[in-house]
């Protein structure tokens, strides 16, 4: 008996594998599906076959005695006649403990006789080592019903009879697609799935079996969840694997061919690391860790081998490693022609360990309770999770972390929290805590015109400005309810999975361990068409896609919908908008992203043309050069600048960018670039060099005081007409609670103390002295608050603050609580304040006096009569999605907000206080020139924008080119000689003509022009008239 459970839990790995169970994401960590708070399981496995017909079998005291037939993956029968009910396979993995081998997986499956239903019982856990066992709650049943979707259902305890749901939906058609110059007979087809999670929030895998006949599509059945499927004729084999959706995935291609060869080996492995838990697998890209279509241990000399992988030639797939203390890591591969061998090598890196404390909001240690830890993995731009449970003092401990952001979640039922953080490479700062506070419970129901609605999904955004999703399927009265909803304010969106219908946002406040019923109702969606064009060019593009994203608190989200492609002509047609609000994010290969607003009460369906800017090499040259010193680009690939200071990035675009580094000190130091023109761009930044200082924090008593994990100081400086061109962000000693920053100019500085993750002392600093500096910070004490209410008394509640104490320093950012009140934070004098929405679309500013040491709550009526709205025009017709920045006159480098047209080249009217705003066009297709407006209560402020063009001159003496002629140009209409803006950088050098006897003058406004140039034959001067966004030529002398 023990050696066919042996046997069994063997084969069961090589079939199934490991599948890694969510419930609850944030925007920063992997995606959930629908249900309440479930945890990694493991059903048990006792190698046997049972049948059943009345009740569920199986238990310890069964009648039946082990068999020795070898467990089925799949029913070789076609499905059962309409009304009837077959059972596929019924398999659920265990999840392996981080860096633990999982040694087998327990799964088990009945057969149908008669047309019975079936049952499967998995109601006790699997005992292996370095597995979560925890237990699967059964039975379950898979109904398969022509014309139904298949969708597992939970049975009541007792019962032996199920109805399938009322979900009918179309089959999933799969067409095997043979080798060029081969005849397909006869393939056998084999697919696996991992269903959504059901009413009990549990998930189930089946497996799937058939045979597809020559040139015929396969017709499974519907199906939603996580799906990979095989095909095999002979030598030759294909396969697929990723989500499958019932709006999605109608018809899947299955190409087959025959295999290629991968294999390869982990580099500078240490000596002493053990490689017997490392595994590579090969998954297509777009899809979820999970659905690997090839995996393999590592051995001991770190070389990996895996002989067969099918796929298409071509292909894009993801080749990934883990294990061990290493840092997981994934490649990018196109699949090479059958028959191929291509090797993949990896870079052994460790990460950093850590541990976190969980407490409840009382500071009550919590034992035994699992915590993950989950961050972005820039190379493969997805998800990497861990996970840990805490010893009975509440601490869980990390082998592997990866530097930079990272989030830190208890998965409880009961329990909710969620910490972001940030790991240093340079900070002891461990161990983190994590505070959990009581689950709240959110539930109600989703209608659409009066009818309840099957198939939905809820997206929440909470004060901290994080997203999380959560999926609801075959509901049939449309009810909902989540265990672990966010508690506090938290804004809800709800979305139809079935139709192209979006809900209107709702603001809420939850308290913790509370329960709130919020009933929803879908509206109809507007239906966009317009045409994507080229910014240079004119012309239009083919296979850019477009998608929606909706406002939803601080942040844009992505909706599950299908992207729209532009044809040949670069039109589209049929792309979903929300009827309150929405906006379109745009892009195609060869071009830079951009994201328009296209939303409103009275929204026009006809988007016009869209246009996008080309994107090119932006080459980055540091001065001096950092020499042996390691400067890292804090974003995607972490790139770093050579040793003689070049750093080269691709796919950048024109328009203001805010580049942040991380320099070998600590500190982050951020860059304000603006390239201009066409590509490719060059832009040289000056590294700080200079003094050094010190800051010692003392607490209020005068005696030394120790900071926590999460605080530090932050600096910024201002280098000309209140510009802030750099910012540096360094942690505090978590012994000394001293800080260090290098690289200081002479100049005043703004410091601010983070204590908590909020600036707990802001300081300005007059480091004009020749030297290093060591400065003693004494805490002081809070100056009281300031309450902001509106005309009519109302708190202006949930508003970005941003103070500040010195003209031309970086502001200090608060935020007002549902009162209005913020916290002064140690200010005094004069303070000017900005107060920003949500969205960062309202603006309100004004002045304070503070008196030092005042505990008092201040008072202050915001004056919201005004709106910033714009009415962009080009030549008397309207500029249609244009961006810009937008901001108060007085605040440059402390606010900006990010505005676009709309198809009449209008942008929404928000409120804001009277006042003098500043605009400048960041749309690479429009000549970046401050525009200065004044706020209005009547209208929208007209300003008139101009297009960019390239004007190019030809220089001859009869046939033959003039070589290094001087060009002068000047603007017409602006009265303008154009070296000014050569001098401010706003167009590039082009004085001198080529060997060719050309010059090509890029991105000057369009309008009218005199050319002028000292030629062997005289002076010589023509006119000519500028077209924005196209290339125009012009001759002086004779040809």
């Given at each position: 008996?023990?050696?066919?459970?042996?046997?069994?839990?063997?084969?069961?790995?090589?079939?199934?594998?490991?599948?890694?169970?969510?419930?609850?994401?944030?925007?920063?960590?992997?995606?959930?599906?629908?249900?309440?708070?479930?945890?990694?399981?493991?059903?048990?496995?006792?190698g046997?076959?049972?049948?059943?017909?009345?009740?569920?079998?199986?238990?310890?005291?069964?009648?039946?005695?082990?068999?020795?037939?070898?467990?089925?993956?799949?029913?070789?029968?076609?499905?059962s006649?309409?009304?009837?009910?077959?059972l596929?396979?019924?398999?659920?993995?265990?999840?392996?403990?981080p860096?633990?081998?999982c040694?087998?997986?327990?799964?088990?499956?009945?057969?149908?006789?008669?047309?019975a239903?079936?049952?499967?019982?998995?109601?006790?856990?699997?005992?292996?080592?370095?597995?979560?066992?925890?237990?699967?709650?059964?039975?379950?049943?898979?109904?398969?019903?022509?014309?139904?979707?298949?969708?597992?259902?939970?049975?009541?305890?007792?019962?032996?009879?199920?109805?399938?749901?009322?979900?009918?939906?179309?089959?999933?058609?799969?067409?095997?697609?043979?080798?060029?110059?081969?005849?397909?007979?006869?393939?056998?087809?084999?697919?696996?799935?991992?269903?959504?999670?059901?009413?009990?929030?549990?998930?189930?895998?089946?497996?799937?079996?058939?045979?597809?006949?020559?040139?015929?599509?396969?017709?499974?059945?519907?199906?939603?969840?996580?799906?990979?499927?095989?095909?095999?004729?002979?030598?030759?084999?294909?396969s697929?694997?990723?989500?499958?959706?019932?709006?999605?995935?109608?018809?899947?291609?299955?190409?087959?061919?025959?295999?290629?060869?991968?294999a390869?080996?982990?580099?500078?492995?240490?000596?002493?690391?053990?490689?017997?838990?490392?595994?590579?697998?090969?998954?297509?890209?777009?899809?979820?860790?999970?659905?690997?279509?090839?995996?393999?241990?590592?051995?001991?000399?770190?070389?990996?081998?895996?002989?067969?992988?099918?796929?298409?030639?071509?292909?894009?797939?993801?080749?990934?490693?883990?294990?061990?203390?290493?840092?997981?890591?994934t490649?990018q591969?196109?699949?090479?022609?059958?028959?191929?061998?291509?090797?993949?090598?990896?870079?052994?890196?460790?990460?950093?360990?850590?541990?976190?404390?969980?407490?409840?909001?009382?500071?009550?240690l919590?034992?035994?309770?699992?915590?993950?830890?989950?961050?972005?993995?820039?190379?493969?731009?997805?998800?990497?999770?861990?996970?840990?449970?805490?010893?009975?003092?509440?601490?869980?401990?990390?082998?592997?972390?990866?530097?930079?952001?990272?989030?830190?979640?208890?998965?409880?039922?009961?329990?909710?929290?969620?910490?972001?953080?940030?790991?240093?490479?340079?900070?002891?700062?461990?161990?983190?805590?994590?505070?959990?506070?009581?689950?709240?419970?959110?539930?109600?129901t989703?209608?659409?015109?009066?009818?309840p609605?099957?198939?939905?999904q809820?997206?929440?955004?909470?004060?901290?400005?994080?997203?999380?999703?959560?999926?609801?399927?075959?509901?049939?009265?449309?009810?909902?309810?989540?265990?672990?909803?966010?508690?506090?304010?938290?804004s809800?969106?709800?979305?139809?999975?079935?139709?192209?219908?979006?809900?209107?946002?709702h603001?809420?406040?939850?308290?913790?361990?509370?329960?709130?019923?919020?009933?929803?109702?879908?509206?109809?969606?507007?239906?966009?068409?317009?045409?994507?064009?080229s910014?240079?060019?004119?012309?239009?593009?083919?296979?850019?896609?477009?998608?929606?994203?909706?406002?939803?608190?601080t942040?844009?989200?992505?909706?599950?919908?299908?992207?729209?492609?532009?044809?040949a002509?670069?039109?589209?047609?049929?792309?979903?908008?929300?009827?309150?609000?929405?906006?379109?994010?745009?892009?195609?290969?060869?071009?830079?992203?951009?994201?328009?607003?296209?939303?409103?009460?009275?929204l026009?369906?006809?988007?016009?043309?869209?246009?996008?800017?080309?994107?090119?090499?932006?080459?980055?040259?540091?001065?001096?050069?950092?020499?042996?010193?390691?400067?890292?680009?804090?974003?995607?690939?972490?790139?770093?600048?050579?040793?003689?200071?070049?750093?080269?990035?691709?796919?950048?675009?024109?328009?203001?960018?805010?580049?942040?580094?991380?320099?070998?000190?600590?500190?982050?130091?951020?860059?304000?670039?603006?390239?201009?023109?066409?590509?490719?761009?060059?832009?040289?930044?000056?590294?700080?060099?200079?003094?050094?200082?010190?800051?010692?924090?003392?607490?209020?008593?005068?005696g030394?005081?120790?900071?926590?994990?999460?605080?530090?100081?932050?600096?910024?400086?201002?280098?000309s007409?209140?510009?802030?061109?750099?910012?540096?962000?360094?942690?505090?000693?978590?012994?000394?609670?001293?800080?260090?920053?290098?690289?200081?100019?002479?100049?005043?500085?703004?410091?601010?103390?983070?204590?908590?993750?909020?600036?707990?002392?802001?300081?300005?600093?007059?480091?004009?002295?020749?030297?290093?500096?060591?400065?003693?910070?004494?805490?002081?004490?809070?100056?009281g608050?300031?309450?902001?209410?509106?005309?009519?008394?109302?708190?202006?509640?949930?508003?970005?603050?941003?103070?500040q104490m010195?003209?031309?320093?970086?502001?200090?950012?608060?935020?007002?609580?549902?009162?209005?009140?913020?916290?002064?934070?140690?200010?005094?004098?004069k303070?000017?304040?900005?107060?920003?929405?949500?969205?960062?679309?309202?603006?309100?500013?004004?002045?304070?006096?503070?008196?030092?040491?005042?505990?008092?709550?201040?008072?202050?009526?915001?004056?919201?009569?005004?709106?910033?709205?714009?009415?962009?025009?080009?030549?008397?017709?309207?500029?249609?999605?244009?961006?810009?920045?937008?901001?108060p006159?007085?605040?440059?480098?402390s606010?900006?907000?990010?505005?676009?047209?709309?198809?009449?080249?209008?942008?929404?009217?928000?409120?804001?206080?009277?006042?003098?705003?500043?605009?400048?066009?960041?749309?690479?297709?429009?000549?970046?020139?401050?525009?200065?407006?004044?706020?209005?209560?009547?209208?929208?402020?007209?300003?008139?924008?101009?297009?960019?063009?390239?004007l190019?001159?030809?220089?001859?003496?009869?046939?033959?080119?003039?070589?290094?002629?001087?060009?002068?140009?000047?603007?017409?209409?602006?009265?303008?000689?154009?070296?000014?803006?050569?001098?401010?950088?706003?167009?590039?050098?082009?004085?001198?003509?080529?060997?060719?006897?050309?010059?090509?003058?890029?991105g000057?406004?369009?309008?009218?022009?005199?050319?002028?140039?000292?030629?062997?034959?005289?002076?010589?001067?023509?006119?000519?008239?500028?077209?924005?966004?196209?290339?125009?030529?012009?001759?002086?002398?004779?040809?």
């Amino acid at each position: 008996m023990r050696k066919d459970v042996t046997a069994l839990l063997a084969l069961a790995l090589i079939l199934v594998g490991s599948v890694w169970l969510w419930t609850w994401s944030t925007d920063r960590g992997p995606i959930d599906q629908e249900g309440s708070r479930t945890t990694p399981v493991t059903p048990r496995h006792t190698g046997t076959e049972q049948t059943s017909s009345t009740k569920p079998q199986g238990k310890e005291n069964s009648t039946q005695g082990p068999t020795t037939s070898a467990p089925r993956t799949g029913l070789e029968s076609a499905p059962s006649a309409p009304g009837q009910l077959t059972l596929m396979a019924l398999w659920a993995c265990a999840v392996p403990q981080p860096h633990a081998t999982c040694l087998g997986t327990a799964w088990e499956q009945v057969e149908n006789q008669q047309g019975a239903p079936l049952q499967v019982l998995t109601d006790r856990p699997t005992q292996a080592p370095g597995l979560a066992c925890q237990t699967i709650r059964g039975p379950f049943l898979v109904p398969i019903t022509p014309g139904f979707a298949a969708t597992p259902q939970s049975l009541a305890p007792g019962s032996t009879s199920l109805v399938p749901k009322p979900n009918a939906a179309d089959p999933l058609r799969v067409q095997v697609i043979p080798a060029k110059g081969t005849a397909l007979a006869a393939c056998d087809l084999e697919m696996r799935c991992l269903s959504d999670t059901d009413q009990a929030g549990q998930r189930v895998g089946f497996v799937m079996r058939r045979t597809v006949n020559a040139n015929q599509p396969l017709e499974l059945p519907a199906f939603q969840g996580i799906a990979q499927i095989i095909a095999r004729s002979g030598d030759l084999a294909g396969s697929w694997a990723g989500s499958v959706r019932l709006t999605h995935n109608k018809e899947i291609e299955i190409h087959l061919g025959p295999s290629f060869h991968l294999a390869g080996y982990i580099n500078q492995v240490p000596q002493e690391e053990d490689l017997s838990s490392y595994r590579v697998s090969v998954r297509p890209k777009g899809s979820l860790p999970n659905a690997a279509i090839a995996e393999c241990h590592v051995d001991k000399n770190g070389f990996w081998d895996l002989k067969e992988i099918h796929a298409a030639a071509g292909a894009e797939l993801l080749v990934a490693v883990s294990g061990g203390i290493m840092l997981p890591q994934t490649k990018q591969i196109m699949a090479p022609p059958g028959g191929t061998l291509m090797t993949v090598n990896f870079n052994w890196k460790a990460g950093l360990p850590g541990s976190v404390i969980v407490t409840d909001t009382q500071g009550s240690l919590l034992g035994g309770v699992e915590v993950q830890g989950f961050w972005y993995d820039n190379e493969e731009s997805a998800y990497t999770m861990v996970s840990a449970r805490t010893s009975s003092q509440g601490l869980a401990k990390f082998a592997a972390l990866a530097v930079g952001e990272i989030s830190f979640a208890l998965r409880e039922p009961g329990w909710s929290g969620t910490q972001y953080d940030y790991i240093h490479p340079k900070q002891n700062r461990e161990p983190y805590v994590l505070k959990v506070s009581p689950s709240t419970i959110l539930q109600g129901t989703v209608r659409r015109k009066g009818l309840p609605v099957p198939n939905f999904q809820l997206a929440f955004n909470d004060e901290r400005g994080h997203v999380a999703w959560k999926w609801f399927r075959d509901r049939t009265d449309g009810s909902y309810l989540i265990n672990d909803a966010p508690s506090g304010p938290v804004s809800v969106i709800v979305y139809s999975l079935d139709w192209e219908e979006t809900g209107n946002t709702h603001d809420l406040n939850i308290p913790p361990g509370t329960t709130k019923t919020l009933d929803l109702e879908l509206e109809s969606n507007t239906l966009a068409r317009g045409q994507v064009v080229s910014a240079s060019t004119g012309q239009p593009i083919e296979g850019a896609w477009l998608t929606s994203k909706e406002p939803l608190g601080t942040t844009l989200i992505d909706v599950e919908r299908e992207y729209t492609i532009s044809d040949a002509e670069g039109r589209f047609e049929g792309l979903a908008l929300a009827p309150s609000s929405s906006w379109v994010y745009v892009a195609a290969h060869g071009y830079q992203p951009t994201t328009l607003a296209a939303g409103g009460d009275k929204l026009d369906p006809d988007l016009g043309r869209i246009v996008l800017n080309a994107a090119g090499t932006l080459t980055l040259r540091l001065e001096p050069p950092p020499g042996n010193e390691i400067w890292t680009l804090v974003e995607r690939g972490r790139p770093q600048f050579s040793p003689d200071g070049v750093l080269v990035l691709q796919d950048r675009g024109a328009g203001s960018q805010r580049l942040t580094f991380e320099p070998p000190w600590g500190a982050f130091v951020e860059f304000y670039v603006t390239p201009r023109g066409s590509p490719p761009w060059e832009v040289v930044l000056q590294r700080p060099v200079g003094r050094k200082i010190i800051f010692v924090l003392e607490a209020e008593d005068g005696g030394p005081y120790v900071p926590g994990s999460a605080q530090g100081l932050r600096l910024s400086w201002s280098e000309s007409a209140g510009e802030a061109a750099t910012l540096l962000t360094t942690y505090l000693n978590q012994e000394t609670g001293e800080a260090t920053i290098e690289g200081i100019p002479q100049t005043w500085i703004s410091a601010a103390v983070i204590l908590n993750s909020r600036d707990a002392c802001h300081l300005e600093l007059d480091a004009r002295a020749a030297g290093d500096l060591r400065l003693k910070v004494r805490l002081k004490p809070d100056s009281g608050h300031v309450r902001f209410i509106d005309s009519n008394s109302r708190p202006m509640s949930n508003l970005a603050a941003y103070f500040q104490m010195t003209p031309g320093v970086r502001a200090r950012f608060e935020a007002t609580s549902r009162s209005g009140i913020v916290n002064l934070a140690g200010a005094s004098g004069k303070v000017r304040y900005l107060l920003s929405g949500k969205t960062q679309e309202t603006v309100f500013t004004g002045t304070i006096q503070v008196t030092k040491g005042n505990t008092e709550t201040l008072t202050e009526t915001i004056d919201s009569s005004h709106n910033m709205g714009i009415h962009f025009t080009e030549r008397g017709k309207p500029a249609s999605y244009l961006t810009a920045m937008i901001t108060p006159v007085g605040w440059a480098g402390s606010y900006q907000v990010k505005i676009t047209s709309d198809h009449g080249g209008n942008t929404p009217a928000h409120a804001c206080s009277p006042g003098e705003y500043r605009v400048t066009p960041i749309d690479g297709a429009y000549w970046h020139e401050p525009l200065t407006f004044h706020s209005s209560a009547s209208g929208p402020a007209v300003l008139e924008v101009r297009q960019v063009g390239d004007l190019g001159v030809h220089a001859l003496f009869g046939e033959d080119p003039l070589v290094g002629i001087t060009i002068s140009l000047h603007n017409q209409e602006r009265g303008t000689d154009v070296s000014t803006w050569v001098t401010a950088g706003r167009v590039d050098p082009f004085e001198v003509t080529d060997q060719d006897g050309r010059t090509l003058i890029r991105g000057i406004p369009s309008g009218l022009y005199t050319v002028q140039a000292q030629l062997p034959s005289g002076l010589a001067s023509v006119q000519v008239q500028v077209i924005g966004g196209s290339e125009t030529w012009v001759s002086l002398g004779s040809e």
